[in-house]
């Protein structure tokens, strides 16, 4: 490299200034290393397009399910926690709420979770297919049908916590390809999924250069293409100062000098050009 | 054609280049960065609030009774001792707008976490070498927890990461831990991000400008290559 920098330095002649030797060097960088990692600038910016889009929020599947805000009839509760705590003596971690419409005991049994009606004691955990599907369309903010409803009770899928499991997946009539996940367990939405999440998740890998399953930006390829791209886009960066600032600074200066030198040039348009 | 490329190229440059740069170097960062680190829970231990049935505790129904308009109950604890947490109003996550009672689950009182309970709190949930310098009542926008919309306290420590440890006012939850790694990353974030105004995502008008104007650049830029190639234009030897 450096020789073939001091041979054309010399075969130069001296009238051709400093500037242009580090704007060579840019161009021959940035040149050769795009042929190399522009690819992967072209992968970084779709994907990074992608993500920036799309609303995040809409991406975790916010808008697919309603918070519900209804509250708990205390004179529902006609099965006493009483006799609860006599059942299930190991009981821990007691929450009151609904499943729908009705109010429910959830408590904690070693690492079990457990559903029991409040108005009788009946045990509604793990839920059947249509409690499921009753509860998923009671969550669900969109107005299409239930396509169908499995129940996960291992291996889940990528995207999908294995602390969840067993899980109903309920998924809904819609060109995104919704899913809502309901806990078997505590009869709760945990997890819920579309389409584009899942596309989203590739760009994300792509984007951070992730071919394995690290699922974080520290990978040896992402780092030395990094290094790599640092000096290509620096390299741009002096060329576009060459070609796109740099003739506007001279231009003006150019232009400044006239005017003071001539300031009369105004009136002579037209007379010497 | 080319020259129009060739345009697009040198103007696109101009207008996100430096973006650009700032997006390569703090994505270099983050590949280097010690994400374990960056968390921020250097000094964090867990809290269980794992709560027995007990029948000294005030059964849920009179609680219910007392406090209508209950979305979910749940039974907590908060240094040890038994709390009934009530969900007056619910969010799509914890982090988002919710409001909550919290009452004794022996005595029955209303439970308001002050400065001393939320010290403890977050006394309890660090295992640093510091101490408490100061604890402060903080409304959102948190700058180092952007996407939390809840009151909390803010307790600081004077060990060498400056730790604070945020408590939500309304739950008593200890939210997170922060320090000087985690806000050093979320520095860099926020410049990856171009959240310049602390929006907490990456869904701004500016972003989407930039990531707009650099698919044009980077297009662009492949056309070209691929222009240069055929030419001939790639040769070790002048």
Redo the contacts between chains.
Sequence with gaps: MDKNINKTNKSQTKSIKRPFKLFNLSHKIH??L??FI??Q??I???T??Y??????DYIHG?SL?V??????K?EN?TY???K??KK???????????LVDREVYR?KIAKQQFIIDASNGEKLSPLNKSTAIEVAKYHYAGKEDVLNAKLILANPEFGLSARHLPVWQVDFDHFSAPALFISANNGKVVSKRHRFWYIFDWMFRLH?MDYGDEE????WL??FI??L??FA??S??V??YF???KPRLNTRKTLGKSKKKRPSSRSSVGGKS | MIIWIRKIH??A??LV??Q??I???S??V???ID?QKARGNTYRQALT?????N?NLI???HL??AY?????????SILSQPYYLLTQ????YRH?SNNYHIVNAVTGQLTLVDKPLAIAIAKASYNGPGDITSATLITPPIADFIKHKNPSWQVNFNDKLATSVYVEQGSGRVIGHSNSDKRFADFFYMLHFMDYGSAG???TVQ??LF??I??W???T??IW?IH??RKG??RFKK
Excluded: C, R
């Design positions: 040149k050769w795009m042929l522009g690819v600038f072209v970084w910016s779709v990074g397009a993500m920036v889009f799309f609303d995040i916010d399910v918070a519900h805000q209804k509250a708990i205390p509760l006493a926690t009483a609860l705590f299930y003596p190991d009981a821990k971690n007691l929450s009151v709420g609904l408590f951070i974080n930006a520290g990978n992402l780092f990094a290094i791209a640092i886009v620096f741009g960066l060329l576009t070609k796109a600032i | 040198k103007w440059s101009l280049g430096l650009v740069i997006w390569v170097v994505g270099l983050f590949n280097v994400h609030p794992t709560v027995s049935l029948v059964p849920v129904e219910l009774n209508p308009n209950t979305i979910e109950l749940n039974q907590t109003q619910q969010g799509l988002f995502n990456f869904n972003i989407k990531a707009f650099t698919l650049l980077t297009l830029g492949l290559t240069l190639l234009n790639y």
